[in-house]
């Protein structure tokens, strides 16, 4: 019997449906570090019941996660009581994760970090601002980037979009704030206006934008009124103007907020300190960061505020004079480092429900030219210190009350292989895995989504801080399964890399074991290559499900395309003395476009693997038209 038999796939479906609106209610220690493409931590539980129950004579269960990222296949494993051994090729994840199943003393973290904000204090007063009687913090900056017009050499302020802001998140909230693009002047309006007088220099300005897309190549001069490349903008070093404050009064019965235009007497000067050579760090050229380049920003400082980079390394500076466990000291670390998202000069202003976005949210470098500067010591706001402090407390308690691994190590791939007690986490290509031969039941994993995600670029923010604490060498992103153009990885190198690590996977599962993989995407490319990894590795498909995998209420995917269900994929090692499977197990489709189309590519997947013959697209096209599929949602080039 198949693993995915055992699973219960219509109510599954329902329940990932309801976790993924609130992930981190349900699973708080998604809130430890940053992670993209995490599963559903109900599926992956599901998902290890099943194989508990079809290996219980099994007296000591292994589950490998040769993928691991997230790790939200360790953490379920652990929740259970299950050995797991999870590896990635990136530091950042990897060692986050390590942390993250070290047990650490919730209270103690508490004690920890209160006195941590208290050292601290002197930095967040730089927010702080008297009006009378009444003591305002500011929690967020809203500045645009300005530059000079090449053609008539005025100054001119890049609102993209006239809307910077509406003035609140009441939801019966009619006004809004509206940027001048002559004088850089902020004006507070009817949000539904057409025009505006700018309340500074008189100037009129549209409101309406213009049919098109959104990051439009072109700007018009409000004083030549010629059209300007934006490139031409954007190529000197970024300046910026301070436009609006988000603040709440500082009082015993919690704070009242507001957002406000830049006022003369705000003392918003971002006058750069003493230089620390550590973080003089050149942005690398690629795929993702080329965005940051292009954008006029050099090295990763330049990302930041003057007082973001002093709050920073303050905090990371004073932990050491903190008396408490190596684990709390980690998890304090951990917390740090991940209020480095929240750059004062990539993140952005979501203008509809007042809030910053993190430099790196939907998955991609933030290219605004408004940002926003976070106050990491509010106890207000996305992203700041004593928010990832609280998150973690919750998450450390919810660890403790569904159970640790008996002992967490951490190691590099290059090191001996050994058996695993409690959990093991590695650092490194799971092209070699430290498990010795056979020792795995399950290998549960996601593979890298092709192209869809870039991981080690976007992660380099997080490793350039790493390496600043000396704690990490530089990662080598040539070996990870992504195609990328800058390096030259083609999908012809997503598939060996993928390959090899299967490869593998399948010496380090017994003989009876099973490898559950979890994947979606648009490109056919994409599928030809995993079923070409598979078939090269030594796999045979016996088992296909479809199941909910992603918010459908997320704005990144709203109006789209987009696959909101993965393809749950089980294999067999295919052994020379066994009979090849003539039995393929469908669990989990349902009547909607995208089950369909899901099944039909996961059906001419396991025809390709499993017979070694005949064209995945002709193959898709047979079963997409037997299942009656109204819309193909797979094609070459994902589009």
């Given at each position: 019997m198949?693993?995915?038999?055992?699973?219960?796939?219509?109510?599954?479906?329902?329940?990932?449906?309801?976790?993924?609106?609130?992930?981190?209610?349900?699973?708080?220690?998604?809130?430890?570090?940053?992670?993209?493409?995490?599963?559903?931590?109900?599926?992956?539980?599901?998902?290890?019941?099943?194989?508990?129950?079809?290996?219980?004579?099994e007296?000591?269960?292994?589950?490998?996660?040769?993928?691991?990222?997230?790790?939200?296949?360790?953490?379920?494993?652990?929740?259970?009581?299950?050995?797991?051994?999870?590896?990635?090729?990136?530091?950042?994840?990897?060692?986050?994760?390590?942390t993250?199943?070290t047990?650490?003393?919730?209270?103690?973290?508490?004690?920890?970090?209160?006195?941590?904000?208290?050292i601290?204090?002197?930095?967040?007063?730089?927010?702080?601002?008297?009006?009378?009687?009444?003591?305002?913090?500011?929690?967020?900056?809203?500045?645009?980037?300005?530059?000079?017009?090449?053609?008539?050499?005025?100054?001119?302020?890049?609102?993209?979009?006239?809307?910077?802001?509406?003035?609140?998140?009441?939801?019966?909230?009619?006004?809004?704030?509206?940027?001048?693009?002559?004088?850089?002047?902020?004006?507070?309006?009817?949000?539904?206006?057409?025009?505006?007088?700018?309340?500074?220099?008189?100037?009129?300005?549209?409101?309406?934008?213009l049919?098109?897309?959104?990051?439009?190549?072109?700007?018009?001069?409000?004083?030549?009124?010629?059209?300007?490349?934006l490139?031409?903008?954007?190529?000197?070093?970024?300046?910026?103007?301070p436009?609006?404050?988000?603040?709440?009064?500082?009082?015993?019965?919690?704070?009242?907020?507001?957002?406000?235009?830049?006022?003369?007497?705000?003392?918003?000067?971002?006058?750069?300190?003493?230089?620390?050579?550590?973080?003089?760090?050149?942005?690398?050229?690629?795929?993702?960061?080329?965005s940051?380049?292009?954008?006029?920003?050099?090295?990763?400082?330049d990302?930041?505020?003057?007082?973001?980079i002093?709050?920073?390394?303050?905090?990371?500076d004073?932990?050491?004079?903190?008396?408490?466990?190596?684990?709390?000291?980690?998890?304090?670390r951990?917390?740090?480092?991940?209020?480095?998202?929240?750059?004062?000069?990539?993140?952005?202003?979501?203008?509809?429900?007042?809030?910053?976005?993190?430099?790196?949210?939907?998955?991609r470098?933030?290219s605004?030219?408004?940002?926003?500067?976070?106050n990491?010591?509010?106890?207000?706001?996305?992203?700041?210190?004593?928010?990832?402090?609280?998150?973690?407390?919750?998450?450390?308690?919810?660890?403790?009350?569904?159970?640790?691994?008996?002992?967490?190590?951490?190691?590099?791939?290059?090191?001996?292989?050994?058996?695993?007690?409690?959990?093991?986490?590695?650092?490194?290509?799971?092209?070699?895995?430290?498990?010795?031969?056979?020792?795995?039941?399950?290998?549960?994993?996601?593979?890298?989504y092709?192209?869809d995600?870039?991981?080690?670029?976007?992660?380099?923010?997080?490793h350039?801080?790493?390496k600043?604490?000396?704690?990490?060498?530089?990662?080598?992103?040539?070996?990870?399964?992504?195609?990328?153009?800058?390096?030259?990885?083609?999908?012809?190198h997503?598939?060996?890399?993928?390959?090899?690590?299967?490869?593998?996977?399948?010496?380090v599962?017994?003989?009876?074991?099973?490898?559950?993989?979890?994947?979606?995407?648009?490109?056919?490319?994409?599928?030809?290559?995993?079923?070409n990894?598979?078939?090269?590795?030594?796999?045979?498909?016996?088992?296909?499900?479809?199941v909910?995998?992603?918010?459908?209420?997320?704005?990144?995917?709203?109006?789209?395309?987009?696959?909101?269900?993965?393809?749950?994929?089980?294999?067999?090692?295919?052994?020379?003395?066994?009979?090849r499977?003539?039995?393929?197990?469908?669990?989990?489709?349902?009547?909607g476009?995208?089950?369909?189309?899901?099944?039909?590519?996961?059906?001419?997947?396991?025809?390709?693997?499993n017979?070694?013959?005949?064209?995945?697209?002709?193959?898709?096209?047979?079963?997409?038209?037997?299942?009656?599929?109204?819309?193909?949602?797979?094609?070459?080039?994902?589009?």
């Amino acid at each position: 019997m198949a693993l995915i038999d055992n699973v219960n796939w219509r109510g599954l479906d329902r329940l990932v449906i309801h976790q993924q609106r609130n992930r981190a209610a349900h699973a708080p220690v998604i809130s430890l570090f940053r992670w993209w493409a995490r599963r559903p931590h109900c599926f992956a539980g599901a998902l290890l019941e099943a194989a508990q129950r079809e290996f219980r004579k099994e007296k000591d269960f292994l589950v490998a996660d040769p993928f691991s990222g997230g790790g939200t296949v360790a953490f379920e494993a652990a929740r259970r009581g299950l050995r797991v051994y999870a590896q990635d090729l990136y530091p950042w994840p990897s060692k986050g994760l390590a942390t993250a199943l070290t047990p650490a003393d919730p209270d103690e973290f508490r004690l920890a970090t209160s006195q941590l904000l208290e050292i601290l204090q002197p930095y967040r007063k730089r927010y702080s601002t008297e009006d009378g009687d009444t003591t305002w913090e500011t929690t967020h900056i809203i500045r645009v980037r300005r530059s000079a017009c090449p053609k008539c050499s005025e100054r001119l302020f890049l609102f993209r979009e006239p809307l910077v802001s509406i003035a609140s998140r009441r939801a019966e909230e009619s006004f809004g704030f509206f940027g001048c693009s002559a004088c850089g002047a902020v004006s507070r309006r009817k949000k539904d206006i057409r025009s505006f007088r700018c309340d500074a220099c008189k100037s009129r300005s549209q409101t309406a934008v213009l049919p098109g897309p959104s990051a439009k190549p072109e700007m018009v001069c409000p004083h030549c009124h010629d059209a300007v490349r934006l490139s031409d903008l954007l190529s000197s070093a970024p300046q910026w103007q301070p436009v609006l404050l988000r603040e709440h009064i500082v009082q015993q019965n919690g704070p009242t907020a507001r957002l406000r235009v830049v006022r003369q007497e705000d003392r918003l000067d971002d006058t750069p300190g003493i230089k620390d050579h550590r973080l003089r760090t050149e942005i690398p050229d690629g795929l993702e960061t080329a965005s940051l380049r292009r954008y006029g920003f050099s090295s990763w400082e330049d990302l930041y505020t003057q007082t973001q980079i002093d709050i920073i390394k303050a905090a990371l500076d004073a932990v050491p004079a903190i008396k408490v466990s190596r684990a709390v000291a980690d998890h304090i670390r951990l917390a740090i480092l991940g209020s480095t998202e929240m750059a004062g000069y990539v993140c952005r202003w979501e203008r509809y429900h007042p809030k910053a976005l993190e430099a790196i949210a939907n998955h991609r470098f933030s290219s605004s030219t408004v940002t926003v500067e976070t106050n990491l010591l509010s106890p207000s706001g996305r992203g700041t210190l004593p928010r990832r402090f609280e998150a973690a407390e919750k998450a450390l308690r919810w660890m403790r009350a569904q159970g640790y691994p008996n002992r967490t190590s951490h190691a590099e791939a290059s090191s001996r292989r050994r058996p695993v007690s409690g959990a093991l986490v590695v650092t490194g290509s799971s092209e070699r895995q430290l498990l010795p031969s056979g020792a795995a039941q399950l290998v549960f994993t996601d593979p890298p989504y092709h192209d869809d995600l870039q991981y080690g670029e976007l992660a380099r923010l997080f490793h350039f801080w790493m390496k600043t604490m000396n704690s990490i060498e530089e990662p080598i992103e040539e070996q990870e399964a992504v195609p990328n153009a800058v390096r030259g990885a083609t999908t012809k190198h997503y598939e060996d890399k993928v390959a090899a690590c299967l490869t593998e996977s399948h010496r380090v599962l017994a003989s009876n074991g099973r490898l559950v993989l979890t994947f979606h995407n648009r490109d056919m490319n994409a599928w030809e290559a995993l079923a070409n990894a598979l078939e090269r590795a030594g796999f045979d498909v016996v088992g296909l499900a479809a199941v909910a995998a992603e918010n459908p209420a997320d704005h990144s995917k709203r109006g789209k395309e987009s696959l909101l269900s993965d393809l749950v994929i089980e294999c067999l090692p295919r052994r020379k003395k066994h009979r090849r499977p003539n039995i393929l197990t469908v669990q989990g489709v349902a009547a909607g476009s995208e089950k369909k189309n899901l099944q039909a590519i996961g059906l001419a997947l396991a025809e390709c693997v499993n017979r070694r013959e005949g064209s995945i697209d002709a193959l898709f096209e047979k079963h997409a038209k037997r299942l009656k599929c109204r819309r193909i949602l797979i094609r070459r080039g994902g589009r």
